[in-house]
């Protein structure tokens, strides 16, 4: 049987094609010939003038007759002839630029392959009998794998396809294979390429090799993956990328036999990412490209397109993406857990910890370390001594324990153990728990904020009101929020911590009527008699509560003037709804009231009134004004858990303090002391009864 096909070339007679040429290496424009036989079928192509291609079929069925004798009386009936002249005669032996060469549909002039109709209809037919099917004999799928492997050669990226097909293998007994949803979607995604193969037919350029256009090289190991890529018109890449550290943890090693990972794995990873960087940085559409890699297992796995295990195996091939895609989206809202502040620490903690690793030559997860606190106790010895703290100033201890927490974190985010913890119990190793008490023993006293007394808030506010300032007269105005409103910097203005309150989250009430701040007449706004804040994303409060205030009946120490202020600044100045509270207008721009700028206007203040009621400057700070406010209700003696929670404090930490500073309540516990402290027990049984009579001789006061 004779398949001869003419190629398309600069000797071939055959009509022009609106086809684009394909890509790649030019196309040899000299006569070629190319004879090769498969089974009892002779192929043959060339390209050349029609006399040359006369030429090679004439070598073709001269070798037939050298090598097979032609029919004579004696052959049985069964014999026939070497080349068949019935077959020549119905066109078998004609050059053509479009002919079925083993069941492939093959043109020249338009450099495709492509089914025919007969095979498409067979391909799905395979896919009809898979259809809504659990299981499926032996037999039938390594035929159905057969026939589909066939028939991938015109599916773009069909190779590619079938590591769920074999991996149903694995969960087969020895007469039936289970079909699960991860196969039937693997099944469905190539029945759509194989419906799209009849309005594109594959370009043989995608699927026979040329000489390679680019050339590149990859190697993988535990801290990363790199490679580097040459090629005509290209700037030389040089790439690499580090392996997170939660990759590096579950790589199998002699220290970490239980590892799920290889180094294989990591090699066909550094493989992926190789040839990804490339098609980033050019157009390799039709191209061939040639990956240099020192690692078996992942070559074979990348020309075989599929391998035989997965730790995913069991996310379908179609739910591969939106899985990806929800995993980032969920380690960012874990991310998001924290203020943006305590996450930037733990993240710059984690990257001090990963030198420190770097430094001793241990990974920075210990692996292979036994004994891991040990190494805890050297790394919290050089952040106490500022060897390796950011500062690089000693530290207190509780610096420390927040990078050792930043280090458990970092290790719980993997998967991995706490390395601060004994295993069994939770609990923090005795080592480390008794060296953060030996660094606490010796810390200096803590120097804690002082409250704000009120009559600091009235002096910065007659200071902004003599200078006519917009931005001083913000920042009296907020100071006075967040001593009413018990609030924290980034409440109030802009800090790292939390988000201020801004204009949509303030209500004002005439009695029982409210008013939308926002569209209300400022008539109105200016007669309001209470204000409410409504708490969204500020730290310890509750989404959605309120707090509101009555006027206090001071022309410019109350709530609700304060807020009333506010409000008329913004919308004279066309603020949005959105707008923060602590927005001014500077030079036609917005900008925004910084917790460093009510420190300095508070100290300011401090300098020239500050040691009359007995505190310095640096002891105050934008935090005293949520002290001070606490301070004044402890004094009017409000309840001190009506307290705790206008402050949203979680403990009764602050309130502790702040008795102990409270000069109103303080100055007259010693006299009530002396005068309640003379009393007298009821005797014990053990009492001598000869000394019960002297005790009514003890006198009662003094004199």
């Known amino acids: 049987m004779f398949w001869l096909a003419a190629a398309a070339g600069l000797f071939c007679n055959a009509a022009p094609t609106d086809a684009p040429p394909p890509r790649g290496p030019s196309l040899m424009p000299g006569p070629l010939a190319y004879t090769d036989v498969f089974v009892d079928d002779a192929i043959q192509l060339a390209q050349g003038t029609p006399p040359q291609l006369s030429f090679v079929r004439h070598c073709l ?115 039936r294979v289970k079909l699960t949803a991860a196969v039937h979607d693997q099944l469905a995604d190539f029945e759509r390429l194989a419906c799209d193969l009849g309005n594109r037919p594959t370009r043989i350029a995608e699927i026979v090799p040329s000489a390679p256009t680019y050339v590149g090289a990859c190697d993988a190991a535990r801290t990363g993956m790199g490679g580097v890529w040459f090629g005509p018109g290209l700037q030389p890449i040089l790439w690499r990328h580090p392996f997170p550290s939660h990759i ?52 074979a796995w990348t020309h075989r397109a599929s391998i035989s295990t997965c730790p995913l195996a069991s996310i379908p091939a179609s739910a591969c993406h939106d899985f990806c895609r929800d995993l980032r989206l969920a380690e960012t809202a874990a991310s998001s857990g924290v203020v943006p502040s305590r996450a930037s620490s733990t993240r710059s903690d984690w990257a001090v910890w990963t030198a420190f690793c770097t430094s001793i030559g241990q990974s920075s997860l210990l692996t292979g370390v036994t004994d891991k606190p040990r190494v805890l106790q050297v790394f919290a010895h050089r952040i106490r001594t500022g060897q390796l703290a950011r500062s690089g100033l000693p530290v207190r201890s509780r610096t420390v324990e927040d990078y050792l927490r930043s280090v458990g974190q970092g290790f719980a985010s993997v998967g991995a153990p706490d390395p601060r913890k004994q295993p069994r119990t939770q609990l923090t190793d005795f080592r480390i728990y008794r060296q953060l008490r030996s660094y606490t023993r010796t810390d200096p006293s803590p120097s804690r904020v002082k409250p704000l007394p009120v009559q600091l808030l009235h002096h910065v506010r007659q200071q902004a009101v003599v200078s006519g300032n917009a931005t001083d007269l913000a920042v009296s105005d907020l100071a006075y929020l967040a001593f009413f409103w018990l609030l924290r910097p980034g409440e109030y203005c802009t800090s790292s911590d939390t988000q201020p309150f801004r204009l949509c989250d303030v ?53 609700v003037l304060a807020t009333v202020r506010r409000i ?136």
């Open 61 to 175: 069925l001269q070798s037939l007759d050298k090598v097979f004798r032609p029919l004579d009386d004696s052959d049985p009936i069964t014999r026939q002839e070497p080349a068949s002249v019935k077959k020549m005669l119905k066109g078998d032996a004609c050059w053509a630029t479009l002919k079925t060469v083993l069941g492939w549909q093959v043109d020249s002039l338009r450099g495709t392959i492509e089914l025919p109709q007969h095979r498409l209809e067979r391909l799905h037919q395979l896919f009809d009998s898979c259809r809504g099917r659990t299981r499926l004999s032996l037999k039938k799928w390594y035929q159905l794998l057969g026939e589909l492997r066939s028939m991938t050669l015109a599916i773009p990226g069909g190779t590619g396809m079938f590591t769920q097909l074999q991996l149903a293998l694995r969960h087969s007994d020895s007469t």
């Open 507 to 559: 209500q004002l009430f005439i009695g029982d009527t409210r008013m939308p701040p926002t569209t209300a007449p400022l008539e109105d706004i200016q007669r309001a008699t209470f204000a409410t804040l409504t708490f969204t994303t500020q730290k310890n409060g509750v989404r959605g509560e309120v707090i509101g205030h009555a006027r206090s009946g001071h022309p410019d120490a109350c709530p």
């Open 248 to 299: 590096q943890a579950q790589l199998v090693s002699s220290d970490n036999l239980a590892g799920t990972i290889t180094n294989s794995d990591l090699e066909l990873a550094g493989i992926l990412c190789h040839n990804d960087v490339l098609v980033h940085a050019t157009d390799c559409s039709e191209l061939t490209i040639a990956t240099l890699c020192d690692n078996t297992p992942a070559v």
């Open 568 to 703: 008329l600044y913004l919308r004279n100045n066309g603020a949005l709804p959105t707008a923060a509270l602590c927005s001014v207008r500077r030079q036609g721009r917005w900008t925004t009231i910084t917790s460093h700028l009510i420190t300095e206007t508070i100290r300011l203040s401090a300098t020239l009134i500050g040691p009359t009621l007995g505190f310095l400057p640096a002891d105050v700070s934008a935090r005293s004004a949520r002290a001070g406010g606490a301070m004044a209700l402890l004094c009017g003696r409000v309840d001190t858990s009506i307290i705790q929670l206008v402050g949203r404090w979680r403990s009764d930490v602050m309130l502790r303090y702040l008795h102990l500073q409270a000069f109103p309540l303080m100055k007259h516990f010693a006299r009530t002391m002396l005068t309640a402290g003379s009393f007298q027990l009821v005797p014990g049984q053990n009492v001598p009864p000869s000394v019960a009579p002297l005790l009514a001789e003890v006198p009662n006061t003094l004199p």
